[in-house]
């Protein structure tokens, strides 16, 4: 508002009904759009608007098949494909989507015991074991208008749904959470890999704004500017791993199509 006052004081030469009917619509732009766009829409800022070229409608979809974007899969459970709070997601590829790169933080360890002769200097190290730990993806959200909010509260929302077991009166009930697909940077990195959620965090600042989303008959409020980690590990069955050929993970023959998903 203390923005709006100070383009009042500029322009209130041209009459006070004007000035009331440019804020009115503005506010309105703005809740709608975003500040910026509403800007534009409005001309209150001369040169603003570009005389060459078109602006294209993004989207969180993608149909192609080199959408690389971090993202995780809804589960095929009917529950999860059908929920209405979950919509925004299914229309996105029935994916959690990271709008912007995340941070991703991943470890590989091999285990070795070390066994230490007496009266020897150097131990002998007897391989145990080797995993891929733990690991995180950290992304950043942002909200300009209802419709990204409603995204936003669907990511939320599905991550609270896949952290919890089928239980009491679920459809399935006694089933674990379920395992969902990491995609991400093309073949050679994130490819359908077969992970759980162990635990996730959102923050929710008090220093932005919060934006407005009907969410059923409900109203619900996203974050201007929020942040999402989530702590992953890959989930293989053990069918799976009794199957694995180092001869074929070296060679790249996993990444082809569907495949394993072996990090």
Same mark, same amino acid.
């Given at each position: 508002? =203390? #923005?709006?006052d100070s383009l009042s004081k500029k322009i209130g030469s041209v009459g006070d009904k004007f000035v009331e009917r440019t804020k009115d619509r503005l506010i309105e732009e703005v809740s709608d759009t975003g500040f $910026?766009? =509403?800007?534009?829409?409005? /001309?209150?800022?001369? $040169?603003a608007n570009p005389t060459k070229g078109t602006f294209q409608q993004g989207t969180w979809g993608s149909s192609t098949s080199s959408d690389w974007r971090v993202?995780? *899969?809804?589960?095929?459970?009917?529950?999860?494909q059908n929920s209405a709070l979950l919509k925004p997601l299914t229309e996105s590829g029935n994916a959690m989507v990271f709008p912007y790169t995340p941070n991703v933080f991943i470890t590989h360890s091999a285990r070795y015991n070390a066994?230490?002769?007496? &009266? *020897? /200097?150097?131990?002998? &190290? #007897?391989?145990?074991?080797?995993s891929v730990?733990?690991?995180t993806v950290t992304g950043e959200f942002t909200v300009e208008n209802s419709r990204e909010a409603e995204y936003w509260i669907a990511a939320v929302h599905y991550l609270k749904s #896949?952290?919890?077991? =089928?239980? $009491?009166e679920s459809s399935n009930a006694g089933s674990p959470p379920p395992i969902v697909k990491l995609n991400g940077y093309g073949d050679y990195v994130f490819n359908n890999v077969p992970v759980?959620?162990?635990?996730? /965090?959102?923050t929710l600042p008090n220093d932005v704004d919060y934006i407005p989303a009907q969410v059923g008959f409900n109203n619900s409020f996203a974050p201007a500017r929020s942040e999402i980690s989530i702590a992953l590990v890959p989930q293989y069955s053990r069918d799976k791993v009794n199957n694995f050929s180092l001869d074929a993970f070296v060679s790249g023959e996993y990444v082809m199509g569907s495949g394993p998903g072996y990090l």
């Open positions: 508002m =203390a #923005i709006l $910026g766009r =509403a800007l534009r829409t409005l /001309n209150l800022l001369p $040169g993202r995780l *899969s809804l589960p095929p459970m009917s529950y999860f066994l230490q002769p007496t &009266h *020897s /200097n150097y131990p002998f &190290h #007897i391989y145990e074991g080797s730990d733990q690991f #896949i952290t919890k077991m =089928a239980y $009491g759980v959620v162990q635990s996730f /965090n959102v």
